[in-house]
T-cell receptor, first 115, second 114 residues
Framework: AQTVTQSQPEMSVQEAETVTLSCTYD???????LFWYKQPPSRQMILVIR??????QNATENRFSVNFQKAAKSFSLKISDSQLGDAAMYFC????????????FGTGTRLQVTL | DTGVSQDPRHKITKRGQNVTFRCDPI?????LYWYRQTLGQGPEFLTY????????KSRLLSDRFSAERPKGSFSTLEIQRTEQGDSAMYLC????????????FGNGTRLTVT
């Protein structure tokens, strides 16, 4: 079974600053992919960024980037130039080849963005 | 793009009653998933369909839960004899049939069992 750990229940960042959310996972699989999802209050879960485990290059999507350390089984999310709209729950979710995109979610990190 | 839609958004029911939720996935997506999310937790996988076939069910899905996707389009999730512990947000998601395809989630159905 795969496990996912998000060790920061809550984080706070000032507007325009940078914040990093951590995620570690445990798996014996070698081929997998990783997602970060964002869930704003009372709104639907949306994809933030995706990383293929076989790719060494870290994924980047505008202000969002990841630091993927395969050996350490770590997949952190960096948000640059934080905006008020970034306030949400963030979930890390590995997906494993052969499990048809079934994802195992972490417990989430609540991000607050302050002025 | 109509996205994934779920109905109803909220459901309040008394313990022991049956409830049914509906999910309409993105039309070109073959895969459909049900997740359950309780307060302060991440979503937990319940079951998934490839077209009309239900290919996997979690141990979380007790005998009181049943899901269908009769024509490979919309899906229903029924909970019989609801219990207070069933109170949660029930999320539906869909994806294409590539293993690394991201899930597209609906807004969820929030169930409260009194």
């Amino acid at each position: 079974a795969q496990t996912v750990t998000q060790s920061q229940p809550e984080m706070s960042v000032q507007e325009a600053e940078t914040v990093t959310l951590s995620c570690t996972y445990d798996t014996s699989e070698s081929d997998y992919y990783l997602f970060w999802y964002k869930q704003p209050p009372s709104r639907q879960m949306i994809l933030v960024i995706r990383q293929e485990a076989y790719k060494q290059q870290n994924a980047t999507e505008n202000r969002f980037s990841v630091n993927f350390q395969k050996a350490a089984k770590s997949f952190s999310l960096k948000i640059s130039d934080s905006q008020l709209g970034d306030a949400a729950m963030y979930f890390c979710a590995p997906g494993f080849t052969g499990t048809a995109s079934k994802l195992t979610f972490g417990t989430g990190t609540r991000l607050q963005v302050t002025l | 793009d109509t996205g994934v839609s779920q109905d109803p958004r909220h459901k309040i029911t008394k313990r022991g009653q049956n409830v049914t939720f509906r999910c309409d996935p993105i039309s070109e997506h073959n895969r459909l998933y049900w997740y359950r999310q309780t307060l302060g937790q991440g979503p937990e996988f319940l079951t998934y369909f490839q077209n009309e076939a239900q290919l996997e069910k979690s141990r979380l899905l007790s005998d009181r839960f049943s899901a269908e996707r009769p024509k490979g389009s919309f899906s229903t999730l029924e909970i019989q004899r609801t219990e207070q512990g069933d109170s949660a947000m029930y999320l539906c998601a869909s994806s294409s049939d590539r293993d690394n395809s991201p899930l597209h989630f609906g807004n969820g159905t929030r169930l409260t069992v009194t």
